[in-house]
């Protein structure tokens, strides 16, 4: 019988994620159908998405912007959160466990995964996260339980990355026991192993001001898509560096998972999709 799963979105026309999770299908035979669904932007209105999906049988929803938190709200108010998305205060999968709606966060062990396959060492790394918005919000316990070493959140705005970890720590022990720094973004110096780039300015034509002797072994993006200057700039100082692609492919395979109970060979898929992205680009 064919498994039904959405996407909701709004704008939501661009979202990758139906031919994603339709490569995992054909990766393991299972008869799916996964659609885009449109949605007003308003709790009232995405809460009667999610009630007439989950009503109707759906086995499965991904949360993009600008939902992640309104599905949050919903899932604290009358059904239940992971300790991703309880810490994240966000939410990008949903489902229905014991009869009660469910609310995971797969973001941020989505870019650690991807990292992992990447070869990057995470182990007692000393990494910098530039950001303190929602994305940055949503990576900060996955990468502590990945086992890394001390971390510094830098953001434009110094007073946003202080909050950030004071509410992160209140939410998290884990989080509140782990070394953590801030600082102001153009006040970012010293040698990481790792630097994450989880602002939102890859989306702009502007430039983060890094420092010169700002360095790091790593640089990863979350951003994907487009050229990303922020690379750019480590590349030339001989890092390895990666845009945020795998982590959209890694949340994907972990969302599948909660869902079907089935592991995704995210290698071959990735694989499977640059395949098809180049003949439909042809
Ligand atoms: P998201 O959910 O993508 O994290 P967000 O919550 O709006 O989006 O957060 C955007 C992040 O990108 C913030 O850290 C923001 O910095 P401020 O807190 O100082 O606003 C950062 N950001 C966006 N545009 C930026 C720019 N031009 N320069 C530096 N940082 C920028």
Same mark, same amino acid.
């Given at each position: $019988?064919?498994?039904?799963?959405?996407?909701?979105?709004?704008?939501?026309?661009?979202?990758?994620?139906?031919?994603?999770?339709?490569?995992?299908?054909?990766?393991?035979?299972?008869?799916?159908?996964?659609?885009?669904?449109?949605?007003?932007?308003?709790?009232?209105?995405?809460?009667?998405?999610?009630?007439?999906?989950?009503?109707?049988?759906?086995?499965?929803?991904?949360?993009?912007?600008?939902?992640?938190?309104?599905?949050?709200?919903?899932?604290?108010?009358?059904?239940?959160?992971?300790?991703?998305? =309880?810490?994240?205060?966000?939410?990008?999968?949903?489902?229905?466990?014991?009869?009660?709606?469910?609310?995971?966060?797969?973001?941020?062990?989505?870019?650690?995964?991807?990292?992992? =396959?990447?070869?990057?060492?995470?182990?007692?790394?000393?990494?910098?996260?530039?950001?303190?918005?929602?994305?940055?919000?949503?990576?900060?316990?996955?990468?502590?339980?990945?086992?890394?070493?001390?971390?510094?959140?830098?953001?434009?705005?110094? =007073?946003? +990355?202080?909050?950030?970890?004071?509410?992160?720590?209140?939410?998290?022990?884990?989080?509140?026991?782990?070394?953590?720094?801030?600082? +102001?973004?153009?006040?970012?110096?010293?040698?990481?192993?790792?630097?994450?780039?989880?602002?939102?300015?890859?989306?702009?034509?502007?430039?983060?001001?890094? +420092?010169?002797?700002?360095?790091?072994?790593?640089?990863?993006? $979350? $951003?994907?898509?487009?050229?990303?200057?922020?690379?750019?700039?480590?590349?030339?100082?001989? +890092?390895?560096?990666?845009?945020?692609?795998? $982590?959209?492919?890694?949340?994907?395979?972990? =969302?599948? *998972?909660?869902?079907?109970?089935?592991?995704?060979?995210?290698?071959?898929?990735?694989?499977?999709?640059?395949?098809?992205?180049?003949?439909?680009? *042809?």
């Amino acid at each position: $019988m064919t498994q039904h799963f959405i996407v909701i979105g709004n704008p939501i026309a661009h979202s990758k994620s139906p031919q994603i999770h339709q490569v995992f299908a054909d990766q393991i035979g299972l008869d799916i159908r996964y659609q885009r669904q449109y949605c007003p932007n308003d709790a009232a209105s995405f809460t009667a998405v999610v009630e007439a999906f989950f009503g109707g049988g759906g086995i499965g929803a991904n949360v993009t912007v600008p939902f992640k938190q309104v599905a949050y709200d919903l899932c604290q108010e009358r059904g239940a959160l992971s300790e991703h998305a =309880s810490v994240a205060g966000a939410v990008n999968t949903l489902l229905v466990k014991d009869g009660v709606l469910y609310g995971d966060n797969t973001d941020g062990q989505g870019l650690v995964n991807h990292i992992v =396959s990447l070869g990057w060492p995470l182990k007692n790394a000393r990494v910098a996260l530039i950001g303190a918005g929602g994305a940055a919000r949503g990576v900060v316990l996955p990468l502590i339980q990945a086992g890394i070493g001390a971390l510094t959140i830098a953001n434009r705005t110094l =007073s946003k +990355a202080d909050t950030l970890v004071a509410e992160l720590s209140a939410a998290s022990n884990e989080i509140n026991q782990h070394s953590i720094t801030t600082c +102001a973004t153009a006040d970012l110096t010293g040698d990481f192993d790792l630097i994450i780039n989880a602002t939102s300015i890859g989306l702009t034509d502007a430039t983060l001001p890094l +420092a010169d002797n700002l360095q790091a072994q790593h640089a990863y993006d $979350m $951003m994907y898509g487009r050229p990303l200057p922020f690379l750019q700039h480590f590349k030339e100082r001989g +890092a390895q560096a990666s845009d945020g692609y795998g $982590m959209l492919i890694g949340q994907a395979a972990l =969302s599948f *998972k909660r869902w079907t109970g089935q592991a995704i060979d995210v290698t071959q898929a990735t694989q499977a999709l640059q395949q098809a992205n180049l003949t439909t680009n *042809k």
